[in-house]
């Protein structure tokens, strides 16, 4: 099982590191059993599993209740847990019993926190210090839709720059790896190249350390593909067929 020091040399050694998302039982133990290095189960639940329109409704009992499922399905990946929109962003103490839980009740050996501003490399600084390992999250962050929407980030050199600073940040606040999400490529290069820590990309280029998607999206099953988003297989049509030929053999 990878841990979170493993992943360090993964970058020294230049291993790439693979990176799923899961949402229950079954996808936990496909992508465990295919040797994914590491299972997200990333608040984009909200939407693949759910039905919501983006991630903001989702709550701390819900994604706990999820990670609970994957984590039974898991036996070697190592399993990071995103922290819902509210669950953390209000105070240190929050995160602190948010974060608890999600590790006390899961099984999970990590969370994820969006966001590099000052505060939130405080509250990152804070979990660390008490044992609990901290993924960061740059870039284009969902949560915080009604701001940035869905656009890439990074574009101008004032937010090039930004994102430069609230990696390192990051990187000092003692979070193991961080995500990087729509950013540009050469960017996402430069961030890597100045990190000792990994980086996870995910529309940011192939020179990151590691890379995820969103497992609905590389498995076809979502109805609107993010642009950066490869679909390896069109689950969403070998569903249907296998549904219709069943329907046709009742019928019959």
Same mark, same amino acid.
């Given at each position: 099982?990878?841990?979170?020091?493993?992943?360090?040399?993964?970058?020294?050694?230049?291993?790439?590191?693979?990176?799923?998302?899961?949402?229950?039982?079954?996808?936990?133990?496909?992508?465990?059993?295919?040797?994914?290095?590491?299972?997200?189960?990333?608040?984009?639940?909200?939407?693949?599993?759910?039905?919501?329109?983006?991630?903001?409704?989702?709550?701390?009992?819900?994604?706990?209740?999820?990670?609970?499922?994957?984590?039974?399905?898991?036996?070697?990946?190592?399993?990071?847990?995103?922290?819902?929109?509210?669950?953390?962003?209000?105070?240190?103490?929050?995160?602190?019993?948010?974060?608890?839980?999600?590790?006390?009740?899961?099984?999970? $050996?990590?969370?994820?926190?969006?966001?590099?501003? =000052?505060?939130?490399?405080?509250?990152?600084?804070?979990?660390?210090?008490?044992?609990?390992?901290?993924?960061?999250?740059?870039?284009?962050? =969902?949560?915080?839709?009604? $701001?940035?929407?869905?656009?890439?980030?990074?574009?101008?050199?004032?937010?090039?720059?930004?994102?430069?600073?609230?990696?390192?940040?990051?990187?000092?606040?003692?979070?193991?790896?961080?995500?990087?999400?729509?950013?540009?490529?050469?960017?996402?290069?430069?961030?890597?190249?100045?990190?000792?820590?990994?980086?996870?990309?995910?529309?940011?280029?192939?020179?990151?350390?590691?890379?995820?998607?969103?497992?609905?999206?590389?498995?076809?099953?979502?109805?609107?593909?993010? =642009?950066?988003?490869?679909?390896?297989?069109?689950?969403?049509?070998?569903?249907?067929?296998?549904?219709?030929?069943?329907?046709?053999?009742?019928?019959?």
């Amino acid at each position: 099982m990878p841990t979170v020091r493993q992943l360090l040399q993964f970058k020294a050694n230049g291993k790439q590191i693979v990176a799923l998302t899961a949402w229950d039982f079954a996808i936990g133990q496909i992508l465990d059993a295919a040797g994914v290095d590491l299972i997200l189960v990333g608040d984009s639940l909200a939407m693949v599993a759910l039905g919501y329109e983006n991630t903001l409704p989702l709550t701390l009992d819900e994604i706990i209740h999820h990670a609970k499922a994957v984590k039974r399905g898991v036996k070697n990946a190592l399993i990071v847990v995103d922290l819902p929109f509210m669950s953390y962003q209000t105070s240190t103490e929050v995160a602190i019993e948010s974060a608890g839980r999600i590790l006390k009740e899961t099984g999970a $050996q990590a969370v994820k926190l969006e966001g590099g501003y =000052p505060a939130m490399v405080q509250t990152i600084t804070r979990l660390v210090e008490v044992g609990i390992p901290v993924m960061g999250h740059i870039g284009l962050t =969902p949560q915080s839709v009604h $701001q940035l929407g869905y656009r890439q980030q990074g574009q101008s050199e004032l937010d090039r720059d930004r994102l430069l600073a609230s990696a390192v940040e990051l990187e000092r606040a003692g979070a193991f790896s961080i995500v990087l999400e729509h950013i540009p490529a050469d960017l996402a290069k430069l961030i890597s190249q100045q990190l000792s820590i990994p980086t996870i990309g995910i529309g940011a280029g192939v020179d990151c350390d590691g890379q995820v998607l969103v497992t609905a999206d590389l498995l076809g099953l979502t109805l609107r593909q993010p =642009p950066f988003a490869k679909a390896y297989v069109d689950l969403r049509a070998v569903i249907t067929q296998a549904v219709q030929d069943y329907s046709a053999d009742v019928n019959s």
